[in-house]
C-alpha cells in the first residue's frame, strides 16, 4: 500500500491514520519489522498533529490581538441573527 507523504496531509487525514496504527499495533498481530515501521509512521504523523495545532494556537492568537483567551466549554445557545429576540 502507497503512504500518502505526511507533509501533504491534511490534520483529519493524519490523525484517522493514527488511529489505525494505534488499532493494528494494539491488535498485536504486526511482525517486529512491521511494528517498528508503523511505530515510526505513527511518531511521524503525531509530530505533523501537533505542528498543525500549534499552528491553528498561533492564528488564532494572532484573531484575538496576541492574547490567547480560554474557550468556555459549556455548551452554549448561539442566537441566531435571523430569528426575532
Known amino acids: 500500500m502507497e503512504q500518502s507523504p505526511i507533509a501533504d496531509m491534511k490534520f483529519e487525514a493524519a490523525v484517522a491514520e493514527l488511529e489505525a496504527i494505534v ?3 494494539e ?3 504486526l511482525e517486529l519489522e512491521a511494528s517498528i515501521a508503523a511505530y515510526r509512521r505513527g511518531m ?3 509530530q505533523h498533529c501537533q505542528a ?3 499552528d491553528a494556537e498561533q492564528q488564532i492568537r494572532i484573531l484575538e490581538n496576541g492574547e490567547f483567551k ?3 466549554r459549556k455548551l452554549q445557545a448561539i442566537p441566531n441573527p435571523t430569528e426575532p429576540q
Open 23 to 25: 488499532a493494528s499495533m
Open 27 to 29: 491488535g498485536g498481530k
Open 44 to 46: 511521524a504523523l503525531m
Open 52 to 54: 498543525q495545532l500549534a
Open 70 to 72: 480560554d474557550v468556555d
